[in-house]
Nanobody
Framework: VQLVESGGNLIQAGGSLRLSCVGSGFTFDPSSMAWFRQVPGKKREGVSC????????WYANSMKGRFTISRGTTDHTTYLQMNNLRPDDTAIYYC??????????????????WGQGTQVTVSS
């Protein structure tokens, strides 16, 4: 399985970015796909999750109303639309995947497949 993110950039506070993740090599379906982020020296943080088994979505509290996760035309493509970005959104954003439904979207340990990450930097 390979996950490739793109769309990270340097942007001013209040701006928007759209991250993309294209997956390949999947030999299982359904799959759950999610986004995590991490600042060097800090814990990984769940951002948003899409559960393929029941089409449900999950967002971390600080992202609700600002971020939107969606699926592409293929099962293993996902997007993260990020609006009203803030300096504390600065991080490396990772696309992740897991087999089937996950019990806890915020638990990075349930996701066995990770992309290389894309840097998002929000300036004040």
């Amino acid at each position: 399985v390979q996950l490739v993110e793109s769309g990270g950039n340097l942007i001013q506070a209040g701006g928007s970015l759209r991250l993309s993740c294209v997956g390949s090599g999947f030999t299982f379906d359904p799959s759950s796909m999610a986004w995590f982020r991490q600042v060097p020296g800090k814990k990984r943080e769940g951002v948003s999750c899409f559960n393929s088994a029941d089409d449900s979505t999950w967002y971390a509290n600080s992202m609700k109303g600002r971020f939107t996760i969606s699926r592409g035309t293929t099962d293993h493509t996902t997007y993260l639309q990020m609006n009203n970005l803030r300096p504390d959104d600065t991080a490396i954003y990772y696309c992740v995947a897991a087999r089937g439904t996950v019990a806890d979207c915020a638990d990075y340990r349930v996701f066995g497949y990770w992309g290389q990450g894309t840097q998002v930097t929000v300036s004040s």
